[in-house]
């Protein structure tokens, strides 16, 4: 069983590496930015407020965000091992996601960090394309569905983000510099973290980070 965090710049080959390792290892995969999206297009009160700062490449303040990944972790599927992908994003939420795991009588077995290039981001979130119906992730040059705009999984049209643009992303990165990586330093302390290349290609990256894992599925 895993219990794990992916973490790794806006870009970096979170959600791509994490949908290879639910699969691998058989665990739920709780992505925070999905939880919002969800909320945002069932327009809930939580997605009505998140949708601001999401926006703007803004954090969603820290109560909404802990309470959302506090309800997620109590969820049946979790009992099986999780991948977090995208929380914790600041110390605070850090500390609680400490504070949760005690409740539940339970520790990390590992911070899988996607380490990469600020300059290769950009490209990679403005050319992100994305399954709204399966959530399978594509990309117009690295990993092109068969018919351009066509999801490949289960054939509905290919959107982009709304927070995918340019502009967003300078601040979304601005925000993982001064909020987030502070984070890492305080997995670091715990040495529980996990670094993996995040510049080779999308199925080098999966090796690396099923080598430095284990076996132990
Ligand atoms: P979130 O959805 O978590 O966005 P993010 O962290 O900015 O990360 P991305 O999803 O943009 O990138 P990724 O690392 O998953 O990259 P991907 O695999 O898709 O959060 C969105 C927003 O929600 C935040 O800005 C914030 O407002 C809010 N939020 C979420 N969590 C929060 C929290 N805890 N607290 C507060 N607010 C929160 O890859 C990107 C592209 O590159 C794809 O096209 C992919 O095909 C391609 N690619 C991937 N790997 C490679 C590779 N190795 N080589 C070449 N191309 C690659």
Redesign the pocket.
């Known amino acids: 069983m895993k219990r794990l965090l992916i973490m790794?710049?806006?870009?970096?080959?979170?959600?791509?590496?994490?949908s290879l390792i639910k699969n691998e290892y058989n665990i739920a995969h709780i992505?925070?930015?999905?939880m919002?999206?969800e909320a945002i297009s069932n327009k809930t009160p939580v997605g009505l407020e998140?949708k601001v700062?999401?926006d703007n490449?803004?954090?969603?303040?820290?109560e909404i965000?802990i309470r959302l990944?506090e309800e997620r972790l109590k969820a049946s599927d979790c009992k099986g091992g999780f991948l977090l992908?995208?929380?914790?994003?600041?110390i605070a939420?850090a500390q609680a996601l400490d504070l949760m795991l005690k409740k539940l009588g339970i520790k990390l077995d590992g911070v899988i960090n996607?380490k990469t290039d600020d300059l290769?981001l950009i490209d990679?979130?403005t050319?992100?394309?994305?399954c709204p119906v399966c959530k399978e992730?594509?990309?117009?040059?690295?990993?092109k569905p068969t018919v351009e705009g066509v999801c490949d999984v289960c054939g509905a049209t290919l959107i982009q983000?709304a927070?995918?643009n340019e502009e967003?992303v300078k601040n979304?990165l601005e925000?993982?510099h001064n909020q987030t990586a502070p984070v890492l330093d305080y997995y670091s302390k715990q040495n529980i973290v996990i670094d993996v290349d995040?510049?080779?290609?999308?199925s080098?990256?999966f090796e690396e980070v099923k080598v430095k894992l284990g076996g132990n599925k």
């Open positions: 790794g710049a806006p870009g970096a080959g979170k959600g791509t590496q994490a992505s925070t930015g999905d919002f999206r998140a700062y999401i490449g803004q954090l969603v303040p820290d965000t990944v992908d995208g929380y914790p994003r600041t939420q996607i290769v990679r979130i050319g992100r394309r994305s992730g594509y990309h117009i040059k690295s990993k983000r927070d995918d967003t979304r925000v993982y995040g510049m080779k290609d999308i080098d990256v």
